[in-house]
């Protein structure tokens, strides 16, 4: 047993004794995964310690190791795995976590799986034996036979009676409705100080009483799971663990809560320390733990690249986030708060996790903007559900319309509006809600549903990589070479030979082709044989180190083990090339102007123009533009040497290199030095020297999400062309509004705009006359019951004139009701007045709404003013003239 007392020990001690131990029977560490999963699509967010190894399991993939060991961040807070709503409210529920996790691909199986447990938990983590109990799948719920195995090998650790047996509810995994699957052995704690060994009483155990905390799931994988439900062995059975890091640390450490933890505790004491003495008496602990866990995934979320926006992953990291504000707010945080948080978050695991402490400006950046956002609605939005509650008809549900109004209008994301409905006992139909918001914003609106990035990569290219290996590239050195080829692809199939006009997929040992990777477009080009042309239209990388060559043979045909000559289009190539390199120069003059939270979080390059993503809360000021693009074209015309070599990931970081959020790096990496200054990681092609660009030339700048900012921009003759188009726009404006020079010509522009305004409001007021009539006589107002009405058609007036000339009109009248009419856009358009003094006698909604019938429209308002329209506009004469009988019959309901 270990010599360290077990209450003694950190959570970082717990993470790295795991480690340790699995390291130490022939595991290999992997670092964890990113939160955002590559290459599927079924995930939204990584949740569990399996998914990177998910195509080794199901053996499309293979890896040099047979043993690993991992500690995985999760999310568990959208799509099937969600527990939001009891984040903060339970002491086990979070939405981010971590797992830790060994994994066996056919080599150990039950026996060592089941001792390595025990041993960590009993001996390296000192828990006691006597609070430990154990479950085996029982043989129900799947056509599989039950664990019996399991259950004798735990015998060796646990007496019998705490040993239970869990149908497969419980008890069995599977990685989907078919494929590798098994049955799972679970490690419970017992709370009080010694289980009870009731096994063998029906009713009992971790399945029905809350008195016991899962601390550890071991799958044991040996069936793949037919379309038929019926089980097959596995010819490699393999091992899949998971324990929540958390759970494991409030064991050990003696506590009841994970938010006792110092994986939570020193967050939840930063929230109590900025909300200092506002704190309402009645609020307890639930607001501060979810302020805790929230920023802790919030902080992550963003480090891993995903930011707050309306859709997919992004959409819930802003619930997130604006679910932890408003318990801010109601425990009296009423300035932004969260990115202070955030910065005790980087504190306590950015040893761990480096990319926290890398990206800790982006992270302070997005939380501030994001919660600055919220807060300007934050009071407007919740005063207005205030007053949907306090109107609400007790035991109906919410109507869904508002709660999409709070969202599309106040940022409140629906199922917070749900949150809130239920501390109030009112429900709310969220699908409804959804519902309402796509229609309020059109289909492209509401939350989204995407799930994992990038699709899934095709049984055919892993079954090609398989068997031919990885790719030879020489395109740092070459544009030309010979390659001979391996793998023909055509219509998802491997083929041996493909003629002319088929469009195939080519794999060769050997290619000067770059693949499309970092934002950077794949080469196109040429290959030839002896009778054989081929045109290379795109090149992509399916698998990593593998390059497939999206081809049309144009003469001839190629055959597997043929040998061809492949050309890149030079012209392309070094188009690209300096496209590339510019935003190399434009992400370090972004960060030299705005500040270290700017991250790249995308990119394109192509041979025409390049488009740079970046993060930032504000657009560019035109002196922040001037100044990027002035630094830019100054590290080009440094014209220093490029430098590219390949070091270890730490050599790397030691030089100051950038690299790419959300990439994944291997142990050695690519450094691209650039006009001394710009060095980051990158696998792409680069000019020789900073001035081989030529020219840098911006040419637009825009959002395109919460946060992120977009700048297109042009190189060499691209940009000379983009400087000749504004010379000359510039010039024929200048003519045309006769500018003796091009500085005259931004004075010309604001006097022209200076006269088009008076024109306007001269062309308003002009309205405003025709439609009061001016001079008019008072052959228009008649006398209904001794009310004086008022009718009038008046021609070219839009609704806006309309309600002028309705005020004047009512002024002029002194006491009366004003009925106009008028064609707007091919509609009727009516509009009712009513001054003050008539107003308990005659309602203008009510008497518009009566009057809209004869545009077959309809209309309502206020008492004082309201408007209605229709598409029947040969009925408006026809309302006009109702106006007098219809006001008699409301004065006669009256």
Known sequence: MADSKPKTLTAAQIRQRFVDFFVARGHTHVPSSSLVPQDDPTLLFVNAGMNQFKDVFTGREHRPYSRAVTVQRCVRAGGKHNDLDNVGFTPRHQTLFEMLGNFSFGDYFKKDAIDWAWAFLTEELGLPEERLVVTVFDGTGEDAPADDEAAELWKAHVPVGRIYRCSAKDNF???GDTGPCGPCSEIHLFKGEVAPATADQPGTGPAYDDDYVELWNLVF??????????????????????????????????????????????????????????????AGEAPFRV??????????????????????????????????I????????????????????????????????????VIDEVVRGEEEAF?????????????????????????????????????????????????????????????????????????GAELGQGAGVADVYFDVHERVGDTEFSGYEHEQGEGKLLAIIVGGVSVPEAGAGTEAELVFDRTPFYAESGGQVGDIGRAEAEGARVEIVDTIKPRAGMHVHRARVEKGSVRLGQTLRLRVDSTARSATRRNHSATHLLHHALRAELGEHVVQKGSLVSPERLRFDFSHNRSLSPGQRRAIETRVNAMILGNVPSVTKEVSMDEAKAEGAIGLFGEKYGERVRVVRLADDSVELCGGTHVARSGDIGLFAIVGESSIAQGVRRIEAVTGMGAVEHAQQLAEVASEAAGQLHA?????????????QADLKQRDRTIEELKQKLATGAGAGDDEVTEVSGIKL???????????????????????????????????????TLLVAVTKDLQARVHAGKLVGALARHVEGKGGGRPDLAQAGGPKLAGLDEALGAAGPTLQAQLGAA
């Open 173 to 175: 995994w599977a990685m």
């Open 221 to 282: 994988m040996q069936y793949e799971k037919l379309d038929d439900g019926s089980m097959k062995p596995l010819p490699k059975p393999s091992i899949d663990t998971g324990s929540g890091l958390e759970r494991v640390a409030a064991a050990v450490m003696g506590v009841d809560s994970n938010y006792g933890t110092d994986l939570l505790a020193p967050m939840v004491e930063t929230a109590k320390r900025l909300a200092g003495g506002r704190v309402p008496k009645d």
């Open 291 to 324: 302020i805790a866990d929230h920023a802790r995934a919030a902080a992550f979320l963003i480090a891993d690249g995903v930011f707050p926006d309306k859709a997919g992953r992004s959409y819930v990291l802003r619930r997130i986030m604006r679910r932890a």
């Open 326 to 361: 408003r318990h801010g707010a109601d425990v009296g945080l009423d300035e932004p708060f969260m990115h202070e948080v955030c910065r005790t978050v980087v504190e306590v695991f950015g040893s761990v996790y480096p990319e926290l402490r890398e990206r800790a400006a």
């Open 375 to 447: 807060r300007r609605t934050l009071d407007r939005g919740l005063r207005r559900l205030t007053r949907a509650i306090d109107n609400h008809e007790a035991g109906q549900p919410f109507d869904p319309e508002v709660a999409a109004e709070l969202y599309d209008t106040y940022g409140f994301p629906i199922d917070l509006t749900a949150i809130i409905l239920r501390e109030h006992g009112i429900t709310l139909d969220e699908d409804a809600a959804e519902a309402a918001l796509r229609a309020r914003q059109g289909e492209g609106g509401g939350r």
């Open 740 to 752: 003796g020079s091009l500085r005259e010509l931004p004075e010309r522009i604001a006097k022209l």
């Open 790 to 828: 008022l009718t009038r058609r008046v021609s070219g007036a839009d609704a806006k004139t309309l309600r002028s000339a309705a005020d004047a009109l009512r002024d002029r009248l002194g006491s009366g009701v004003v009925v106009l009419g008028a064609e707007t856009q091919g509609k009727a």
